[in-house]
């Protein structure tokens, strides 16, 4: 199946800093991506779609002024969390929609961050 | 608004056991039903899905699911687990293939 990757897969970083989380698509393009948050115990919660050479579309009551995405290629999206706060850490995984209907998305192993 | 709702938040079976996880909807209109799997320290990957025509839906490794309109459910079961099903199962759904929301999730443990 098609791969889906992201990086870094931990980081930790102080508050009032910016961290980007990168996703790539190896082996296929991928027009629209998305990226959910995850906390402990609880399910996926989709935060936004992100779509190749436009704005992204944000969930609501997801900040898009916190949380940025970019998805400047058909193989790269990223979000980068801006002034990062404790009640950030999360655990971040992407999607991307595979090829023709198969209706399948890829997911990214996940990125968990950690804001001290 | 769509919402979905997985009652078991863990499962424990022994090797052998049938399996069913059930998982119920709230959608008002055409909606497309997935059952995803993450294996411990592995990405999410889907076992399944139904978008129209049968409602019993074969997936990988085993896995069935049968789509109960009247009933908004979509169950998930397996006759014969086995250890290696042991793993986090997500019911999802959505309007579109993409563009989907997921359920909280269910744990399954099986004991050798």
């Known amino acids: 199946g098609a791969v889906v990757s992201q990086h870094p897969s931990w980081v930790i970083c102080k508050s009032g800093t910016s961290v980007k989380i990168e996703c790539r698509s190896l082996?296929?393009?991928?027009?629209?991506m998305f990226w959910y948050r995850q906390f402990p115990k609880q399910s996926l919660m989709l935060m936004a779609t992100s779509n190749e050479g436009s704005k992204a579309t944000y969930e609501q009551g997801v900040e898009k002024d916190k949380f940025l995405i970019n998805h400047a290629s058909l193989t790269l999206s990223t979000l980068t969390v801006t002034s990062a706060h404790p009640e950030d850490s999360s655990f971040y995984i992407c999607s991307a929609l595979g090829q023709g209907d198969t209706g399948e998305l890829f997911f990214g192993e996940g990125s968990r961050l950690t804001v001290l | 608004a769509q919402s979905v709702s997985q009652h078991n938040h863990h499962v424990i079976l022994s090797e052998a056991a049938s399996l069913e996880l059930g998982c119920n909807y709230s959608?008002?209109?055409?909606?497309?039903l997935f059952w995803y799997v993450q294996y411990p320290g592995q990405h999410l990957q889907l076992l399944l899905k139904y978008f129209s025509g049968d409602p019993l839906v074969k997936g990988i490794k085993g896995f069935e699911a049968e789509f109960i309109k009247s009933k908004f459910s979509f169950n998930l079961r397996k006759p014969s687990v086995q250890w290696s099903d042991t793993a986090e199962y997500f019911c999802?759904?959505?309007?579109?293939?993409?563009?989907?929301?997921f359920g909280s999730g269910t744990r399954l443990s099986i004991r050798p």
């Open positions: 959608y008002g209109g055409t909606v497309n």
């Open positions: 082996d296929f393009q991928a027009t629209t």
């Open positions: 999802a759904v959505g309007s579109s293939a993409s563009k989907i929301i």
